[in-house]
């Protein structure tokens, strides 16, 4: 396992410094996008406490010792944070972004001693993909959020979407390259006689090259369902696959679709990163393909 280190990470959001702080600092919005439960006293050595299934490691009670020692109103607030008995602490500094309704979160994690994970790093960096995504949704607002379940053994993702488009045309843009292209920006290649799959993926991660998405289809039921395996995103080579699966649910007389799309089998329950504001995003892009497919 790594030593002690500090994750940093920059995450650009859709809303002004002084609504972001508010976002990070008020009880309520932190139940909503963060926490939980979490109980929040705004001076420097006032509590910042958050706790239940939502924060890694699921406690079920608060900390004591997470307390804000630094705060300075609408630019940065810093706290302690105890991981599974390691200390850590977190900064988190707000900048001006492009556009008066924009900024950057810049956010320092510094973990002080040995994280019992296997990759601490990336669990750190998960989790922050996993926090952030949510913040971000929150404060678009109006978008459904889910919040992480650390405490679950069988963790997922799961999203869906009501599409303007019979089962058959949206079957037909999972599985035809043509079509899956124009929602998965990718370059597909798919053999379903060999029950061959790619999405074209290909990448640079931690100086790894990585063919990232599926490359088995493991079951298929025409215009019902569809699963594939799914490759670790880093291309760590020893991190086991996880599965995505499609359902399709005629709607309004078989017109629409209802389009679920559930990713599972991951080994930690922060392995779900960003997934969740991820496949939104695809499933928002497939139905528009589907609905103009001819």
């Known amino acids: 396992m790594s030593p002690s280190f500090?994750?940093?990470?920059?995450?650009?959001l859709p809303a002004p410094p002084e609504r972001v702080y508010r976002a990070l600092t008020d009880p309520a919005e932190l139940r909503h996008w963060f926490a939980e439960h979490a109980e929040v006293e705004p001076r420097v050595g006032g509590a910042y406490r958050f706790w239940g299934k939502a924060t890694l490691g699921?406690?079920?009670?608060?900390?004591?010792?997470q307390v804000l020692t630094a705060l300075e109103p609408g630019r940065e607030l810093r706290f302690s944070w105890?991981?599974?008995?390691?200390?850590?602490?977190?900064?988190?500094?707000?900048?001006?972004?492009?556009g008066?309704?924009?900024?950057?979160?810049?956010?320092?994690?510094a973990?002080?001693?040995?994280?019992?994970?296997?990759?601490?790093?990336?669990?750190?960096?998960?989790?922050?993909?996993?926090?952030t995504g949510n913040l971000k949704d929150h404060l678009r607002e109006g978008i459904q959020l889910t919040l992480p379940d650390f405490s679950s053994n069988t963790p997922e993702v799961r999203a869906s979407i009501e599409i303007a488009a019979p089962p058959a045309k949206v079957y037909r843009a999972l599985l035809v390259p043509e079509l899956m292209n124009r929602w998965l920006f990718g370059a597909a290649r798919v053999d379903v006689e060999r029950g061959e799959i790619s999405y074209g993926w290909n990448y640079t991660c931690e100086g790894r090259s990585v063919a990232g998405g599926p490359t088995r289809i493991l079951e298929k039921v025409e215009n019902e369902?569809?699963?594939t395996d799914w490759t670790?995103?880093?291309?760590?080579?020893?991190?086991?696959?996880?599965?995505?699966t499609w359902l399709l649910e005629p709607l309004a007389e078989g017109?629409?679709?209802?389009?679920?799309?559930?990713h599972d089998r991951f080994e930690l329950p922060v392995d779900r990163s960003d997934y969740q504001q991820g496949w939104a995003g695809f499933l928002r892009h497939l139905g528009k393909v589907a609905t103009d497919a001819s």
């Open 6 to 12: 500090e994750h940093e990470f920059t995450f650009k």
């Open 58 to 65: 699921a406690p079920r009670e608060p900390v004591r010792d």
């Open 82 to 98: 105890t991981i599974q008995g390691v200390p850590t602490e977190v900064n988190y500094t707000l900048q001006s972004g492009e």
């Open 100 to 109: 008066p309704d924009a900024c950057s979160l810049v956010i320092r994690h």
């Open 111 to 131: 973990v002080r001693g040995q994280l019992p994970f296997r990759q601490p790093r990336h669990v750190i960096d998960d989790l922050w993909r996993i926090h």
């Open 225 to 227: 369902r569809l699963v």
């Open 232 to 244: 670790d995103w880093r291309g760590e080579p020893d991190k086991p696959m996880t599965r995505v």
């Open 255 to 262: 017109r629409h679709t209802r389009v679920t799309v559930i």
